[in-house]
């Protein structure tokens, strides 16, 4: 049995399963950059030959209070969770490229986290409209409050439905430039949580913990590929990182060393998708073409 690092069973031929991480989830969990989760989401889904995402029938918003009859619940595969964060990852990326900031996308940003939270729990997402209370349901039946936030020091829980919830999950979409990462802010039961909450206006508050600012060491890594361009060394270590150096020294602004590399080498600085790459996609492509022109 093999497993990525999603958790996919490569030798489940008729699915995507996921096993979720041992709480609390490593952070930054799977998420290097945007451009390296798709990869790897596509990666699942190809090895799974699920290409479309499709329900059987329309999915029915009606809450069940508001219904004459029960009705089944329709439910979302695992394998349309993980095509739909794909697609939600690459709108973002999208619309970074278009010079728009993470804090004007809520609703964007607020969905990847659903629908990664979904996916690491093996959930289902809550299907009628403004569901009261949480936002996912997981494969051991806890009713999950998901919180996505970009610059917010603190997430707000309505007072009045936090009782509808088991466990809140706050994530925290962090971006280097053009590089992003997924990381686990505060993973707990709701019980937990009450400890770390104020109160103010019938909501709760949480402070969030402000971002890291320890600087990367990459002295201990292994480089895996490097090539010279003039006075100028362009490296990728095995983290995938990409450091380019002028006489021993590293650009503080590797990105906009690398475009100037490329425009003088003719390597083109969009995707196939017509999007700006991201620094490790372009310092690999540079590496590559220097390689061989060597």
Not at 27 to 42: F, G, K, N, R
Not at 112 to 127: N, P, S, V, W
Request: proline share 4%.
């Amino acid at each position: 049995m093999r497993n990525n690092k999603f958790g996919y069973d490569s030798s489940n031929t008729n699915g995507v399963t996921i096993t979720p991480p041992p709480a609390p989830l490593e952070a930054q969990y799977a998420a290097d950059s945007i451009e390296s989760l798709v990869s790897s989401i596509d990666q699942a889904l190809e090895q799974t030959g699920f290409t479309q995402f499709e329900l059987d029938e329309p999915i029915d918003n009606e809450t069940p209070s508001s219904m004459s009859a029960p009705k089944a619940l329709h439910t979302i595969s695992q394998a349309q969770i993980i095509k739909s964060l794909r697609e939600a990852l690459s709108w973002l990326e999208r619309e970074l490229s278009w010079g728009v900031q993470p804090s004007s996308l809520p609703h964007l940003t607020g969905r990847i986290g659903e629908l990664y939270a979904a996916m690491i729990t093996r959930g289902q997402m809550a299907l009628a409209t403004n569901q009261l209370g949480y936002d996912i349901v997981t494969a051991r039946g806890e009713r999950v409050s998901v919180k996505t936030i970009t610059s917010s020091t603190h997430v707000t829980f309505n007072q009045a439905t936090f009782g509808l919830v088991d466990r809140i999950l706050v994530l925290r979409l962090n971006f280097d430039g053009d590089e992003a990462s997924i990381e686990e802010v505060l993973d707990c039961s709701a019980q937990d949580a009450l400890k770390l909450l104020t109160v103010k206006g019938g909501k709760y508050y949480i402070s969030t913990y402000k971002k890291s600012t320890v600087t990367p060491n990459f002295t201990k890594l292994m480089i895996v590929a490097e090539a010279k361009y003039k006075n100028e060394t362009i490296v990728q270590y095995e983290n995938a990182t990409i450091i380019v150096t002028h006489m021993g020294k590293a650009h503080a602004n590797t990105i906009a060393a690398l475009k100037r590399i490329a425009l003088e080498i003719g390597v083109d600085v969009l995707n196939s998708q017509g999007n700006p790459k991201n620094t490790r996609s372009l310092g690999s492509d540079i590496i590559k073409t220097l390689q061989a022109l060597s």
